[in-house]
């Protein structure tokens, strides 16, 4: 199977060129990068003038919810929704139901997920085993299995010991540890920001401490180690600077970010009445956290964009704040999302550290048999992402492929969309038809 992609702006991973740069893939791999490729023989054609061309995104941190919460989201509709988001390749998370703390589940991970027809999924595994804190899970069994990151998240390791050992243990492995930064000691019970939302309501708020000290913990250990740690959905300032005065002294810390904390705050929540559709983990912070994320992608101290997509069922959200589940749904119109933002905030970093974001950036971050995921390299996978940037539509959930029915972009038109995805040399998604000519 050759397809040819003409006419492209090529986004390589780091630099975006404006120059028109075809592309030819065969069998799942790119084969050629270069100017006026022929389309002899091509099965495919099609024409990307004013498209980007990118090495496929990336979504490092999603929440698939198979085994055992199928209710809620499954491989196959996740897969779907990763694809239609501009996503070729989602790492989902391990805490579902059981945990996936054994190998036996990293393989029917892997393999259901060859069945999908959208993004790749590839699996993390916990870090302890039940995602119960207490001891290591069989690290090195999911790691040959395929595991790409070690987490327990929707929970921090709260044992710093096991933390330190899971570290170590990694470094062997070459699986990096992703850690949920949070002191449950101060977030028991709390349910928005701490501060104007939690003052207006009454309801108990989430400090920013909570996020930050945690930080501390694992870049000591980090440095303790020599071991490198990634921190997600990081939402607060103190936290960026957490992360970047650790850069600054050599410890190998990464972090990345969500596209609801980069477009949304505490107003918001406060503006909707308390709406549960805004409820989240970490919670929506100030709008001074919301501009330090994005001085942090400007500067280099955010590694990774990445979803943070927790589906619920309707009778799971739909409910009175406190009692509505955390979790923001969005892998359909998180790209766009964070491309509208980045125009509205009139770009406050260049295109190509943006797109990077969602590809080299996290690429870097998996084991090394994946990195070349993140670049666009004859030899490489054929995943790719063309975005439009120009492109405007509203975000309609109830035709989302995911099975969530609720988020807050919900009725908003964004500008700037993925409008095709490629996986293993496959459309997986597109708005663009094929040229005709095309074999
Ligand atoms: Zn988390």
Request: glycine share 10%; with cysteine; aromatic share 6%.
């Amino acid at each position: 199977m050759k397809i040819l992609f003409r006419n492209g702006l090529l986004f390589d991973g780091t630099t975006l060129s404006c120059e028109k740069t075809d592309i030819l893939t065969e069998d799942g791999i790119i084969s050629r990068i270069g100017k006026g490729i022929d389309d002899e023989g091509a099965n495919e054609v099609y024409n990307l003038s004013g498209l980007i061309l990118s090495p496929g995104f990336i979504d490092l941190h999603c929440h698939l919810r198979d085994p055992g919460q199928e209710w809620r989201e499954d491989l196959l509709s996740g897969s779907r929704a990763g694809a239609a988001g501009g996503f070729s390749t989602l790492v989902c998370m391990p805490n579902t139901d059981p945990p996936v703390d054994n190998a036996a589940l990293i393989r029917y991970l892997l393999e259901k997920g060859e069945e999908c027809e959208g993004s790749r999924i590839l699996p993390s595994g916990c870090l302890s085993r039940e995602r119960a804190g207490k001891t290591l899970a069989e690290m090195g069994k999911m790691a040959i299995a395929g595991a790409v990151i070690f987490t327990d998240d929707g929970s921090p390791v709260s044992d710093t010991n096991l933390l330190r050992l899971a570290l170590l243990y990694s470094s062997r492995l070459g699986v990096r540890v992703m850690e949920h930064p949070e002191d449950r000691s101060l977030t028991s019970g709390a349910q928005v920001n701490d501060g104007i939302c939690s003052t207006f309501s009454g309801l108990k708020g989430w400090p920013s401490s909570a996020e930050a000290s945690d930080i501390f913990r694992g870049v000591s250990l980090s440095m303790d180690t020599g071991v490198p740690i990634h921190f997600t959905h990081v939402s607060a300032k103190e936290s960026i600077n957490a992360v970047r005065i650790a850069k600054a002294s050599d410890c190998k810390v990464t972090c990345d970010v969500t596209p609801h904390h980069l477009c949304l705050d505490e107003s918001m929540v406060i503006g909707s009445g308390y709406d549960g559709v805004f409820k989240v983990t970490p919670p929506l912070r100030s709008a001074s956290d919301t501009d330090a994320l994005w001085e942090g992608i400007r500067d280099g101290t955010v590694d990774a964009i990445a979803t943070d997509h927790a589906p619920y069922h309707l009778d799971e959200k739909d409910l009175p704040f406190q009692e509505s589940s955390f979790g923001i749904a969005s892998l359909e119109c998180a790209v766009a999302a964070v491309l509208d933002e980045w125009k509205r905030r009139k770009e406050p970093c260049p295109l190509e550290r943006l797109l990077s974001l969602f590809t080299s950036g996290p690429a870097r971050l998996l084991p090394e048999k994946w990195r070349t995921l993140g670049l666009i390299a004859a030899g490489s996978p054929a995943d790719l992402t063309v975005i439009d940037p120009a492109f405007e539509q509203t975000v309609d959930v109830s035709k989302w492929k995911s099975k969530a029915r609720l988020t807050p972009w919900n009725g908003r038109t964004l500008r700037g969309w993925p409008v095709m995805t490629v996986v293993r040399g496959k459309i997986a998604y597109s708005l663009i038809d094929r040229v005709s000519g095309g074999k």
